[in-house]
């Protein structure tokens, strides 16, 4: 069984020194093949920042691969705003803000979400979703299918409506369609799962959506405390077979704890036909 670690918003420069030490041993003791790290790796975006980020992601088993969210930009310092964005973040984490993955069983494609021009917001461009689009019918069947991305496409809650990705009504059913299994992602500090529908009747597909909970940061959201999750995922004889595990710290006894556990119907259609596009 494949296992993918998920973690998301840990804001360097608001991290807990013991949620770290524990989201470690967690890593070590799953063996992911690999850790998805979807943005808001830094508080403001300081070099220092991104250098104990780095440093502790290389403590991991596995390979990380990031993507920037919003924090992970200068707020205040407009000149590197404006001319280098991505100043920091390119040195700690290297110069492509749109990592992929790939290996037998998962395709994991990187979106950078981030805008310097916005404050918060996310968007995702026409030729974004193209891009994704050709990756994930480049898949073969047998692969989980996955987006990392920052902003989410989905609320649970009224009040992060104003959250959501700029550009998900056409880039989430557009993605559905060509063969989204799982769209991962993070900014609200708010964990759940959801699922995510094909544009109406064309291909007939499901697909789903991940939030993480910020992995280390004080900036918990209310009493929701620090989370990541654990993807884990089997294809055998045409079946795909995958959870989603979220777990979070518990202070008490010092360590991240099951907490939850979605099982996902992953749909077998793979992606549209080329007679389905043409129609
Ligand atoms: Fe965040």
């Given at each position: 069984m494949t296992c993918v670690l998920h973690i998301s918003d840990p804001h360097f420069g608001t991290e807990q020194p013991l949620v770290m030490l524990s989201l470690l041993r967690l890593a070590h003791e799953h063996q992911p093949e690999i850790t998805l790290l979807t943005g808001d790796?830094?508080?403001?975006?300081r070099r220092t920042q991104f250098a104990a980020a780095r440093a502790f992601v290389q403590q991991f088993p596995a390979p990380v691969i990031a993507v920037p969210g919003n924090?992970?930009?200068?707020?205040?310092k407009l000149l590197a705003r404006t001319f280098n964005p991505y100043g920091n973040y390119k040195q700690a984490f290297?110069?492509?803000?749109e990592p992929e993955y790939e290996s037998n069983g998962l395709l994991v494609i990187g979106l950078n979400?981030?805008?310097?021009?916005?404050?918060k917001d996310g968007a995702v461009s026409g030729a974004q979703i193209d891009r994704v689009s050709r990756r994930l019918r480049e898949s073969r069947p047998e692969q989980l299918r996955m987006i990392m991305q920052?902003?989410?496409?989905?609320?649970?809650?009224?009040?992060?409506m104003s959250n959501l990705l700029i550009g998900r009504e056409m880039a989430v059913p557009t993605w559905v369609d060509a063969g989204l299994d799982l769209l991962i992602g993070g900014h609200i500090h708010l964990p759940y799962v959801w699922p995510l529908h094909g544009h109406h009747g064309k291909s007939g597909r499901k697909g789903w959506t991940a939030q993480a909970g910020t992995?280390?940061?004080?900036?918990?959201?209310?009493?929701?405390p620090n989370s990541v999750n654990l993807v884990m995922h089997e294809y055998s004889l045409g079946l795909h077979e995958c959870r989603v595990e979220r777990w979070d710290y518990c202070a008490q006894q010092d360590t991240f704890l099951p907490a939850h556990t979605n099982t996902l119907i992953l749909s077998c259609e793979h992606r549209d036909s080329p007679i389905a596009e043409m129609t």
């Open positions: 790796i830094t508080q403001r975006a924090h992970d930009i200068p707020l205040f290297g110069s492509n803000l979400t981030s805008r310097p021009s916005r404050h920052h902003h989410p496409v989905r609320a649970r809650e009224e009040s992060d992995a280390l940061s004080t900036r918990v959201r209310g009493d929701t």
